[in-house]
């Protein structure tokens, strides 16, 4: 018997590629401008010293092919499209060597934001948690495990809105590269199963609107998608 007050949501669970059993959404970090052009076109330079973080909360977590409504309390809200990995062995402070074998498997995801809050927070050097951290905010796609899918530079990552292509780029513009964020995050955090750690967005993000279907793929993994509604 449970002598909780409240009861929590069940966490929701990724599909993975080839296997029956999913991969529950535990932790969800975010790497920050880990592409040059994208911090150009924010009017931002890359740090080069090292990779930096913001966080997005599990219960805000959806699956790919969901509808959902325009967030309240924005007048712009941006897709970004991110290559994900998911995390299957426990590593802290790991060498890159154990940092590729402790990721079990990647996928395609969303990084929804409300841009003009996080603007806003940023310019008041608040922190971003309104303009990142959203309701339906992190979408996933299927994940494919390691064994079946390997983060060439030369993979292609999308993102279309309505059709039109709106971010086109290649993983070899990732200035932080899989190893190296697992390594420097592993510095910081007990890394362990259920956490999930996306790359960072190529430039051309953008508006969407109620009604608009976002499209996003990245060579030789599950593609992905999202409708908005209206506000609700």
Not at 97 to 122: K, P, S
Not at 159 to 181: H, M, P
Not at 185 to 193: A, C, K, N, T
Not at 205 to 230: F, H, R
Request: some cysteine; overall charge negative; glycine content about 8%.
């Amino acid at each position: 018997m449970s002598n909780s007050v409240f009861s929590l949501p069940d966490p929701i669970i990724i599909p993975i590629v080839g296997e029956t059993a999913g991969y529950p959404v535990g932790r969800i970090f975010c790497v920050g401008r880990n592409y040059a052009a994208h911090a150009a076109e924010m009017g931002n330079e890359v740090d080069r010293e090292a990779p930096f973080y913001f966080t997005k909360s599990a219960p805000n977590a959806i699956l790919t092919g969901s509808t959902v409504p325009y967030p309240a309390g924005t007048e712009n809200y941006h897709h970004e499209m991110e290559l994900a990995l998911a995390i299957g062995k426990p590593v802290f402070r790991t060498t890159r060597a154990q940092a590729w074998d402790a990721v079990y498997a990647y996928g395609c995801a969303l990084d929804m934001t409300r841009r003009d809050l996080q603007i806003r927070e940023r310019n008041k050097q608040r922190p971003w948690d309104l303009g990142k951290d959203v309701e339906n905010g992190a979408v996933f796609a299927p994940l494919t495990p390691t064994a079946a899918w390997s983060p060439d530079e030369n993979k292609h990552i999308r993102l279309s809105v309505n059709g039109e292509l709106r971010q086109n780029a290649t993983l070899e513009e990732l200035i932080w590269k899989i190893d190296e964020i697992v390594v420097h995050l592993s510095g910081f955090y007990h890394l362990r199963p259920g956490d999930l750690i996306l790359t960072g967005t190529p430039a051309g993000v953008g508006p969407v609107v109620a009604g608009d279907v976002l499209t996003g793929e990245i060579d030789g993994l599950e593609p992905i998608q999202l409708t908005l509604s209206d506000v609700e």
